[in-house]
T-cell receptor, first 111, second 112 residues
C-alpha cells in the first residue's frame, strides 16, 4: 500500500520568512514523488518532481529515503505563494501505476 | 492549456435529476481519474481507469457511475445525489507510466 501524509492543514508564514511544507510517505518500492499546487480559482498543476531535482518558483524538495520524506522548501516566502499544496507519490499497485495524493496543506503568506 | 477539458464547468441539479459530467483529454494518455474536492476532504480519489478498464473504485456510492468509452473520454453519470455531494469534481489524465498527471479545471456541482 502507498500512503502520503501531510501533517499540516494550514501553514501561515510572514512574507520573507522561510517555508517548509512537510510530506512523509509510505511505499515498499522505489517511489516517485511530486508536489502539486493549486492557486485560487486555478486548476491543480505540477510544481516539481523529485527526479528532476529542479527549483521552481524558488521551491525545492529533496527526497530523503531514510526518513521517507519529501518536504517542500523555500527560503523566502512571497505573497503569490499563497495556495494549496499537495504532495503526491507515484508507485505500482495491482499492476498499474497509481498516483496517491496527500490531504494538502494550505499555505498562507501574510504581507 | 493542459489538454484536459471538463464540461460543464458549473452544474446545479435537483436530488431527483440525472446528469452527467464529461472529461476529454488530447494528451494521448491511457489513464484517467475522477477526484472530488470539497472543504471536508481537499482531494479525494473516486475512480481510476487504465486503458478503458476501471482499476480503482474508492468505495464510491452507486449514485456516481463512471463510464470510459475510450482512452480520451471519461464520464461521470449522476443520479439521485444528495446535497452533501456538492463539490468540485476534477478529472485528470496520465500516461501509462503514471508519473505526472494533468488536471482539468473541474466541474462545480451543486445539489439542491
Amino acid at each position: 500500500a502507498q500512503r502520503v501524509t501531510q501533517p499540516e492543514k494550514l501553514l501561515s508564514v510572514f512574507k520573507g520568512a522561510p517555508v517548509e511544507l512537510k510530506c512523509n510517505y509510505s511505499y515498499s518500492g522505489s517511489p516517485e514523488l511530486f508536489w502539486y499546487v493549486q492557486y485560487s480559482r486555478q486548476r491543480l498543476q505540477l510544481l516539481l518532481r523529485h527526479i528532476s531535482r529542479e527549483s521552481i518558483k524558488g521551491f525545492t524538495a529533496d527526497l530523503n529515503k531514510g526518513e521517507t520524506s519529501f518536504h517542500l522548501k523555500k527560503p523566502f516566502a512571497q505573497e503569490e505563494d499563497s495556495a494549496m499544496y499537495y504532495c503526491a507519490l507515484s508507485g505500482y499497485s495491482g499492476g498499474y501505476q497509481k498516483v496517491t495524493f496527500g490531504t494538502g496543506t494550505k499555505l498562507q503568506v501574510i504581507p | 492549456e493542459t489538454g484536459v477539458t471538463q464540461t460543464p464547468r458549473h452544474l446545479v441539479m435537483g436530488m431527483t435529476n440525472k446528469k452527467s459530467l464529461k472529461c476529454e483529454q488530447h494528451l494521448g494518455h491511457n489513464a484517467m481519474y475522477w477526484y472530488k474536492q470539497s472543504a471536508k476532504k481537499p482531494l479525494e480519489l473516486m475512480f481510476v481507469y487504465n486503458f478503458k478498464e476501471q482499476t480503482e473504485n474508492n468505495s464510491v456510492p452507486s449514485r456516481f457511475s463512471p463510464e470510459c468509452p475510450n482512452s480520451s473520454h471519461l464520464f461521470l453519470h449522476l443520479h439521485t445525489l444528495q446535497p452533501e455531494d456538492s463539490a468540485l469534481y476534477l478529472c485528470a489524465s496520465g500516461d501509462s507510466s503514471g508519473n505526472t498527471i494533468y488536471f482539468g479545471e473541474g466541474s462545480w456541482l451543486t445539489v439542491v
